[in-house]
């Protein structure tokens, strides 16, 4: 059963602009709108591909300006669409490198491969980030930055009566119901994506489970965009985000540097002329053989990860012990463990 005709997980969605509730309209091929039912805001968020997209501001310009929306429903966005300015902001870019990046990866590792064949793949890494986190049977569960869905459809595996909910700013979200069904197909009608961003997050009930991993480092405002997913989790509900250390920083920090202006650079690129940059320094996989075992395709990605996005904080642990004061009394528990070079920072809320 298509999302948008079970009651039970449009009641988890709210307008991002005032929290009112919505009305959801959509065909059976996932094309539709949903509208925000408070008449002092009126807000409309087109639904394509059966992805609702609750974009707002810049972001929100730029998808109705390139997407082919069914004609019946671009009169409701036509004004927005005259009214668009053509400027080049740093989010713009940064969800337009991401959009890129997913869909590479997907063609890269998803494409043709059968049912099942990508599960253990992710399963085992999801279930060392998630860590002791209890996943029951009616759990609301919410991935922020899901990407292409990998973790989304680890949640699906392990918690089949649970609701999963993928949230990305970029277009990685076409692929989560695509990508789902290499895991496990018959849970997907407990899936939900969404396009939207942590900072204007499209829900009104709070979740059991929030995670974020390996995505927070990459906001302008990572702490920020913690303190919102804890405000996401409801009262004995637990957070979980892995973050970049600081390690190599520390370490190398001529290299560090040096790669930071590299970054700030190639962030600003066209996503086909900085792949095409990529390319050629995944040339460089012997040379990183004293780091990484990479192939030259998958020192292709390692690259593309490291030069399409402006913000890529990286954290020592007292940092992120910082952060519990500041959350007080709204967290119980709060831990910060060293995790695959980075930390892993578990907070519950009470």
């Known amino acids: 059963m298509a999302w948008w005709k079970s009651a039970e997980i449009c009641s988890i969605l709210a307008c991002p602009v005032c929290r009112g509730s919505l009305q959801v309209e959509s065909n059976d091929a996932g094309q539709g709108m949903v509208a925000c039912l408070n008449s002092q805001c009126g807000g409309v968020f087109p639904i394509t591909g059966g992805v609702p997209r609750f974009l707002v501001g810049e972001a929100r310009a730029e998808f109705l300006d390139r997407t082919d929306l069914p004609a019946g429903f671009r009169q409701h966005f036509r004004r927005e669409i005259e009214e668009i300015q053509m400027r080049e902001g740093t989010q713009r870019r940064t969800r337009r490198q991401y959009s890129q990046t997913w869909e590479r990866i997907y063609l890269y590792n998803y494409r043709g491969m059968p049912s099942n064949s990508g599960r253990l793949l992710s399963l085992g890494t999801f279930q060392a980030f998630i860590g002791d986190v209890p996943f029951g049977n009616g759990e609301l569960i919410l991935d922020v930055g899901c990407g292409l869905g990998r973790f989304v459809a680890c949640s699906s595996h392990l918690a089949p009566k649970a609701i999963i909910v993928g949230m990305d700013l970029s277009s990685g979200v076409d692929y989560v119901y695509r990508v789902a069904r290499h895991f496990n197909e018959q849970n997907l009608a ?50 979980v985000v892995w973050l970049y250390g600081n390690d190599f920083k520390v370490s190398h920090p001529w290299v560090w540097n040096l790669v930071h202006l590299a970054r700030q650079f190639h962030s600003k690129l066209h996503p086909d002329l900085l792949w095409a940059f990529c390319n050629l320094y995944g040339l460089s996989a012997p040379l990183l053989k004293w780091r990484y075992d990479f192939s030259i395709s998958k020192a292709r990605f390692f690259w593309l990860d490291n030069l399409s996005n402006p913000y890529n904080a990286v954290f020592a ?28 920072v578990a907070a519950k809320v009470e």
């Open 317 to 344: 642990r007292e940092e992120l012990l910082s952060w519990a004061s500041d959350l007080r009394p709204s967290v119980g528990s709060y831990e910060v463990d060293k995790l695959f070079g980075g930390w892993r």
């Open 190 to 239: 407990r899936c939900l994506a969404v396009q939207a961003s942590i900072f204007a997050p499209p829900f009104k009930r709070e979740f059991d489970v929030v995670y974020s991993f390996g995505v927070l480092h990459h906001t302008p405002d990572p702490k920020k965009a913690f303190e919102e997913c804890l405000k996401l989790t409801s009262n004995g509900g637990k957070t």
